[in-house]
C-alpha cells in the first residue's frame, strides 16, 4: 500500500537529485504482519503456499548470484550464497512450519514471526559478523515474504533503477549493490563522511542520511521518492508539479555540470596566478579515464580497503601486484597515491578484525591493526606496492598514523622486503615515496616532527576533524558539530602545512572538505598544494578556483584564525564566494 505523501528534511550527504520507486536493502523489519490464526484444515494449503515461496525465492537468489557473477567480482556474489545457506537452515525451517503445523499462524506471520526470534539472538550481541548475519537473515525473510504477497523481488531489484533505503548501509552492502539500477540513497544513519556517502559521491549518485524510522520502516517497494542531495529534502510520493519541477532541476543540474566539463582543458589556477593540483579519490572499480575525462591531475587517494571488503577471499599478492600496476600503467606519468589498508572505524571487516571492540573509531585501525595483528597482510599488500611500483610514480601512503614509531616500524617491515624481493632477483622500487595521512590532531599537532621523515602528508579531514571535535563522524545525531570550518581544524591545518613548508613536502588534503566548494576559499588561503575529490566535484572546484584571488583566500584565512566558532567561519567564506562566484552557492 502506498505511504502518504508526505516532505521530510534529511541532512544532505551526496549532491544530485533522485526520483523513483525504493527498494529496501539490509536488515530493517518489515511492518508487522497481522498475526492471522487459520482454521486448522488451513495448515496443509499453508504450508504448500509457504514450500512454494521457498522455493521461488531460491531460484531468484540463484539467478542473482549467477547475474552478479557475472559482472562482479565471485566474492561479491558469495553474498547470495550465504543466503541461500540460510534458506536450508533446518532450525529456521523447522519454526516456521512450527508455527504453520501447530500454532495455525499464516505463513507470513509465521515467517516473519521466525526471523523476527532469531534476529533477537543474533542482531544485538557484540559481533559484527554474527550482526551481518542477522541482517542477511531479515533480508530472506523479507524476500519470502515478498514471494508469498506475489511479489517479484529478482524482477524489482535488478531490472529497474531504484532509490536505495537502509536503516544503515554497511560499506560491504553498498559495494554489492548493483550499480547502474541504483539511483540515489536515502538511509536512517550515516554522515557526510561514512562510507556509503563517499562511495555515493564517487558514483555520482545522490544521497541523504538521517530519515526518520517511524517513515523509512513504513515505505514500500510501491513508494516514489524524490531525494534532493543538495538541500537533504525527501519528499515520498509526490505529487505530479512537484516531480515535474524536481525532474526540471535535475536537469538544469545536468545541463551546468557538463557545461563545467568542458572546461577541463584549463588550469586550475586563481585570478592572481597560483595553481592548486586537483587530484581524484578513485574508487576500487573505476576506470582512470574518468580521471582524464574531468581533466584532474593524478590520484590523491586509492582507498585499498574496499579491495579487502568479503570476508570470503582476501586479495592475494599477484592479485593486488596487477590492480596497482594496472592502475599505474593507465595513470602514466600523472601521480598515483595508494593508501595501505585502513580497515576499522565503520570499515569492518569480520576475517582481518580479530575482535570486536566497544569504540571501533579509537581502536585497532588502520596502521595500528597492520603493525599490530595483521602483519602477513600488510607485507603482502607493501610487497605488491614495491614490485607495482616500477610502473609510474607511485606514492604509499599511511593510514591513522598517531605515532612516529609506526611509521619507522614500517619503513623497516619496507627495507627487509626490499631486501628480499632483492635477493628473489623481482623488479621493485627503490625510493618508495612514503607519507602519511594527517587525520589524528597528535599527527597535525606534531607534523613537525614527522615532516623530516616522510615525502609527502595528505590531509584526511573526515577522520581529523571527527578525532579533534570529539564527533563520531557516522553519528547522525552528532553531526551538528561535525564542522570542518571550526578555526580548531584550521589551526591544525595551518600547522600542518607550516611544517610541510619548512622540509619542503607536498600537502594533500583527500577528506570530504576537499570537495566541497564552500571550504575551497580557506584550503587555498591555508596554503596546501594539493585538492583530492571524487571525479564529480573537479569541474566544480576548476570554476571557483578559476574565480577566486589566492590573496583574498590568505586574508580570508587569517580572519578566520581569529574567530571562535565554525559559523563566523563559514559566514566569512559565504561573503568571499558570494563575492566571485555566486552561481557556487546554488550548486
Ligand atoms: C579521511 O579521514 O579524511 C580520509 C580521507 O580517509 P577515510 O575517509 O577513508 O577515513
Ligand atoms: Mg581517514
Not at 548475519?133 to 525473510?141: E, H, N
Not at 592475494?316 to 596487477?322: G, L
Amino acid at each position: 500500500m502506498l505511504s502518504p505523501s508526505c516532505t521530510v528534511q534529511a541532512i544532505p550527504v551526496a549532491p544530485g537529485i533522485a526520483v523513483g520507486r525504493v527498494m529496501r536493502v539490509g536488515g530493517t523489519p518489515r511492518e508487522l504482519p497481522e498475526p492471522v490464526v487459520l482454521a486448522p484444515e488451513m495448515a496443509l494449503p499453508e504450508m504448500a503456499r509457504f514450500n512454494s515461496a521457498l522455493d521461488k525465492t531460491r531460484i531468484e537468489l540463484c539467478a542473482l548470484r549467477d547475474e552478479l557473477r557475472e559482472k562482479l567480482a565471485d566474492s561479491e556474489a558469495g553474498i547470495f550464497d550465504a543466503h541461500i545457506l540460510l534458506l536450508e537452515d533446518e532450525m529456521l525451517l523447522a519454526e516456521v512450519r512450527k508455527g504453520i503445523q501447530q500454532d495455525h499462524y499464516s505463513a507470513e506471520y509465521a515467517v516473519y514471526a521466525t526471523i523476527e526470534k532469531f534476529y533477537a539472538v543474533f542482531g544485538t550481541v557484540n559481533d559484527e559478523y554474527l550482526r551481518e548475519r542477522a541482517a542477511d537473515l531479515r533480508d530472506v525473510g523479507n524476500r519470502i515474504m515478498d514471494n508469498l504477497s506475489g511479489v517479484d523481488v529478482a524482477k524489482i531489484a535488478y531490472n529497474e533503477p531504484r532509490i536505495i533505503i537502509a536503516s544503515n548501509l554497511t560499506p560491504s552492502e553498498t559495494v554489492g549493490l548493483e550499480r547502474d539500477f541504483v539511483l540515489g540513497f536515502a538511509t536512517e544513519t550515516g554522515s557526510a563522511t561514512s562510507h556509503t556517502a563517499i562511495l555515493a559521491r564517487s558514483l555520482k549518485l545522490p544521497a541523504v542520511v538521517g530519515i526518520p524510522k517511524d517513515i523509512l520502516d513504513r515505505l514500500t517497494i510501491a513508494d516514489k521518492l524524490i531525494i534532493d542531495g543538495f538541500s537533504g529534502k525527501v519528499i515520498v510520493n509526490p505529487d505530479r508539479r512537484t516531480e515535474e519541477a524536481y525532474l526540471l532541476k535535475r536537469s538544469e543540474e545536468m545541463r551546468f555540470y557538463s557545461e563545467l566539463t568542458e572546461e577541463r582543458d584549463l588550469p586550475p589556477e586563481t585570478l592572481d596566478g597560483f595553481q592548486l593540483q586537483l587530484a581524484v579519490n578513485l574508487d576500487a572499480d573505476q576506470d582512470y579515464d574518468e580521471v582524464h575525462q574531468v581533466g584532474a591531475y593524478g590520484v590523491g587517494l586509492f582507498r585499498t580497503e574496499f579491495l579487502f571488503m568479503s570476508p570470503d577471499s582476501l586479495p592475494d599478492e599477484e592479485h593486488q601486484y596487477e590492480i596497482y600496476k594496472n592502475l599505474l600503467v593507465s595513470a602514466g606519468n600523472q601521480p598515483v597515491t595508494i593508501r595501505t589498508i585502513d580497515i576499522g572505524g565503520d570499515k569492518l571487516n569480520s576475517t582481518i578484525q580479530r575482535s570486536t571492540e566497544q569504540n571501533p573509531f579509537l581502536g585497532l585501525r588502520g596502521i595500528r591493526l597492520c603493525l599490530l595483528e595483521q602483519q602477513k597482510l600488510f607485507a603482502t599488500q607493501l610487497r605488491a606496492l614495491l614490485r607495482a611500483g616500477v610502473y609510474g610514480d607511485l606514492r604509499v601512503m599511511l593510514p591513522m598514523v598517531s605515532s612516529i614509531f609506526e611509521l619507522r616500524d614500517t619503513k623497516k617491515i619496507i627495507a627487509d622486503l626490499q631486501e628480499e624481493l632483492a635477493s628473489e632477483n623481482i623488479p621493485f622500487v627503490q625510493n618508495l615515496k612514503l607519507g602519511i595521512m594527517i587525520e589524528t590532531p597528535v599527527a597535525a599537532v606534531i607534523a613537525r616532527k614527522f615532516a623530516p621523515e616522510v615525502d609527502f602528508f595528505s590531509i584526511g579531514t573526515n577522520d581529523l576533524i571527527q578525532y579533534t571535535m570529539a564527533v563520531d563522524r557516522s553519528n547522525e545525531r552528532v553531526a551538528y558539530l561535525y564542522r570542518p570550518t571550526h578555526p580548531a581544524i584550521l589551526h591544525l591545518i595551518r600547522n600542518t602545512v607550516e611544517a610541510a613548508k619548512e622540509y619542503n613536502l607536498y600537502v594533500s588534503v583527500c577528506g570530504q572538505m576537499a570537495e566541497s566548494t564552500m571550504y575551497t576559499p580557506l584550503l587555498l588561503g591555508l596554503g596546501v598544494n594539493e585538492l583530492s575529490m571524487p571525479t564529480a566535484s573537479v569541474p566544480v572546484q576548476r570554476r571557483l578556483i578559476r574565480s577566486l584571488n589566492l590573496i583574498d583566500c590568505e586574508n580570508l584565512v587569517e580572519q578566520a584564525l581569529q574567530c571562535c566558532n565554525a559559523n563566523e567561519v563559514m559566514e566569512l567564506t559565504r561573503e568571499l564566494v558570494a563575492g566571485c562566484a555566486p552561481e557556487m552557492l546554488e550548486h
